[in-house]
């Protein structure tokens, strides 16, 4: 059979083409955080093209990193640019910037078609910009920045030569044309991307990183990337602000997270009942217990103001403990819930109700009985239930509570 004729005989199928798939979003929107985003799109949108940082102060543990990616989903459906970012990058070691560029160019900026050889300049000048020992600081920010520079180079000359003395403050100038060149160049590429329109950067994560990179991320965002139609958006802790501790750490406590930022955001607590039970949904539970369970520990985590982390820690916790137990009913939901909770929030006086009952009970009732909600009578009902348990070691109750939890 001739060539020709075989290749007629073989049938070539259409390669299908796939649509991307349609990003939703707040499709999971458990805690009705929507609501915010339509009211701080309406703030964001009225900055004018002017390179600006906002801060989204929020709790600890209670979903900015949900918000800030869904935000963003929000964002693009309405034909904005945005993009989400976590500082947290063990790429970025002791150099933020770097890593953060990299992102920029690699990840945000290469859906708009921007040239490879722009992209290697840019690494380029990042290299002359960071690969200098006691050139690290950005110069352009301050005159105690540039004395501070000299300092270390006059140390140096202990060492070393006045040669290696004047070959640093030669690098010094350098820096500091490649700086500007920087910009220039940053803002040229910027401004064929937005087209008029603002980017938004979410930076999450920051909380997590050590102090020295806190401020140095901030520095370098705030006197490296100020190009106009830059809009940073950074999540920060209000309760457990390391973001703050960082910045009077490193800088002194006349400095605060307003010297870098323009203006903040707030995102309050919501409530948690609608979250927890579609946490709940898909967790085998006894069939007569599941609602007092579920509602026992959602009654709980409000009273004690649980974050969500922490409920979901719980969840997963009850989840494992009843794993192959659905079938058996507890003897007391109830309780079971608020172990479960204690245990998570307070192993010493978990632990401590098994050999010194009676000292447990005070330390629960002097740490938790002003939070418990509805008062005396949820109280005193959580207080019998506790007594009957772990008054009396070897009790039915007491061993079958032992047998569930671990």
């Not at 709790?59 to 640019?81: A, H, M, P, R, S």
């Not at 900026?109 to 290697?120: G, P, T």
């Not at 160049?185 to 990179?213: E, G």
């Not at 809009?231 to 910045?247: E, G, L, M, P, T």
Request: with cysteine.
């Amino acid at each position: 059979m001739c060539l020709k004729k075989l290749i007629s005989l073989i049938t070539f199928k259409k390669k299908k083409i796939v649509p991307p798939l349609k990003v939703v979003a707040w499709e999971n929107d458990h805690l009705n955080y929507k609501q915010f985003s339509g009211k701080f799109n309406t703030i964001i949108k009225t900055i004018d093209q002017s390179f600006t940082i906002i801060s989204l102060e929020g709790y600890d543990g209670w979903g900015k990193t949900f918000f800030l990616k869904e935000w963003v989903k929000e964002l693009k459906q309405q034909n904005e640019i945005a993009a989400y970012y976590s500082a947290w990058d063990i790429n970025a070691l002791d150099q933020p910037l770097p890593s953060f560029l990299n992102f920029l160019f690699e990840d945000l900026f290469v859906s708009y078609k921007v040239k490879r050889s722009v992209i290697q300049q840019f690494k380029n000048i990042n290299q002359e910009l960071f690969s200098l020992n006691t050139l690290g600081k950005l110069i352009s920010k301050s005159p105690l920045a540039m004395l501070s520079v000299f300092l270390d180079a006059a140390k140096e000359a202990d060492k070393k030569d006045i040669g290696f003395v004047l070959s640093e403050l030669s690098l010094l100038q350098r820096r500091k044309e490649s700086t500007r060149d920087f910009k220039t160049q940053l803002a040229d590429v910027v401004n064929k991307i937005r087209k008029d329109k603002n980017i938004y950067i979410m930076v999450d994560n920051l909380d997590v990183c050590h102090p020295k990179f806190v401020v140095d991320f901030l520095e370098s965002i705030k006197y490296m990337l100020d190009v106009e139609g830059l809009v940073f958006i950074i999540s920060v802790s209000k309760d457990k602000s390391n973001v703050q501790r960082a910045i009077s750490t490193i800088l002194g406590p006349n400095f605060d997270l307003k010297s870098f930022t323009d203006l903040s955001l707030h995102l309050p607590k919501q409530p948690i009942e609608k979250f927890t039970k579609e946490l709940f949904e898909n967790i085998k539970l006894p069939k007569k217990s599941k609602n007092l369970i579920v509602d026992s520990f959602i009654f709980y985590a409000e009273s004690l103001s649980l974050s969500l982390k922490t409920i979901e820690y719980c969840v997963k916790k009850i989840k494992l403990c009843l794993l192959n137990r659905t079938r058996e009913e507890l003897p007391d939901p109830n309780l079971f819930s608020f172990l479960v909770i204690l245990q998570s929030i307070n192993i010493d006086i978990y632990e401590e109700l098994g050999f010194s009952y009676q000292r447990a009970l005070e330390k629960i009732e002097n740490e938790y009985k002003s939070l418990v909600l509805n008062g005396q009578e949820e109280w005193e009902k959580l207080k019998t239930s506790l007594e009957t348990a772990f008054a009396e070691r070897e009790s039915k109750i007491n061993k079958a509570i032992k047998d569930i939890l671990f």
